[in-house]
């Protein structure tokens, strides 16, 4: 989400002039691996006008967000914990846990200012300051005007706030204005820029959240909440592969190819109607009457864009 309300976490921080050489240098903020246990899914809009474009003029963005979401692939991985760091050394300067994980049919209604739900903002000196926002109620281990060190943990990713899925947005304030980690130096997408990262982030700007085989149709909230892949399939069952994804954009292409011993046994192709910020789909064969040939089922998966490969993912599942 954008840093809507931010000033009931960050108000009066912003009296110092910054300067470049002040810049903290930024550690990733969550405790996962990137690109696997978490998803850079949305970067900050460069676009002034009503468009939205990222820092590399790509389209892993929304118009007028003011930040970066690091996503967890569902809700299990919340309900789990997943700790929130301090991306730099620095004095907590507000703190806010009051609002429930929920996913609000109408956020600006329910939480007006406070759209970035629970939170931590941590200040680092020269007009610096870090926020962590959608935070889970009742995580937040940190106080006001304590100091904390680079990783320390300040809580977990949560629900709260003006959110549909569970992630933490992390909005950096040089002087109370917006910055962009990945460009701080420039208000144009793609002019040079030194990233305020300690570590290079690599930005997909499409991704595969969660894939796997299954013996009937998946149900998508259940793809949102906890669904696991099947290992193990049945020769009188349908054979399915589904996915989550993020990122679609209109014209990206879909490939899904299921293939054993005997050569290929199902393939599909979907063509992204929509931009979607998530998304899921599913594609497979019902069983009729001749049991499946037995032995190892092998599905590969290949996202396009304008005839680039964006990501590709290999499973396996086996009927025994």
């Known amino acids: 989400m954008t840093a809507i309300g931010r000033a009931a976490l960050t108000a009066a921080l912003f009296a110092s002039t910054a300067a470049a050489q002040d810049a903290p240098s930024l550690s990733l903020p969550l405790d996962c691996t990137l690109g ?3 998803f850079l899914q949305a970067l900050f809009d460069h676009d002034p006008t009503e468009g939205s474009t990222d820092f ?16 967890l692939p569902d809700l299990a991985a919340m309900r789990a914990g997943v700790p929130v760091l301090a991306a730099a050394p620095g004095r907590v300067v507000g703190i806010r846990d009051r609002h429930a994980d929920i996913m609000a049919d109408d956020p600006a209604a329910a939480f007006g200012d406070e759209d970035c739900g629970n939170g931590v903002a941590i200040a680092h000196g020269g007009g610096w300051v870090t926020q962590y926002c959608h935070l889970k109620r009742g995580s937040i281990a940190v ?9 320390a943990v300040l809580g977990a990713v949560g629900l709260s706030g003006a959110t549909t899925f569970p992630h933490l947005h992390l909005s ?19 002019a040079p820029s030194t990233p305020l990262w300690k570590d290079a982030l690599t930005a997909r700007p499409a991704g595969f959240l969660k894939t796997g085989f299954a ?8 793809m949102k909440d906890d ?17 989550s994804g993020y990122g679609a954009r209109p014209g990206d292409v879909l490939d899904i190819r299921i293939t054993h ?4 046994f199902h393939e599909d192709r979907a063509v992204m ?13 019902s069983h009729t009457t001749r049991d499946w040939p037995r032995g190892r089922y092998t599905a590969t998966l290949t996202y396009w864009r304008d005839g680039a490969l964006i990501t590709e993912e290999t499973l396996t599942a086996d009927i025994p």
């Open 36 to 38: 696997e246990t978490c």
């Open 56 to 71: 590399t003029c790509g389209t892993l963005t929304r118009d007028g967000h003011g930040g970066t979401d690091f996503a």
């Open 143 to 151: 106080r006001a005007g304590e100091s904390v060190s680079r990783g």
């Open 172 to 190: 950096v304030f040089r002087d109370g204005a917006d910055i962009d980690p990945f460009a701080p130096d420039t208000a144009r997408c793609g």
């Open 215 to 222: 013996s009937s149709v998946p149900d998508f909230e259940a």
């Open 227 to 243: 669904l696991r892949g099947a290992t193990t399939l049945s020769a009188t069952a349908p054979i399915v592969v589904w996915v």
């Open 261 to 264: 011993a005997a050569g290929v």
């Open 273 to 285: 109607e929509r931009r979607q910020e998530a998304w899921q789909r599913f594609s497979g064969r």
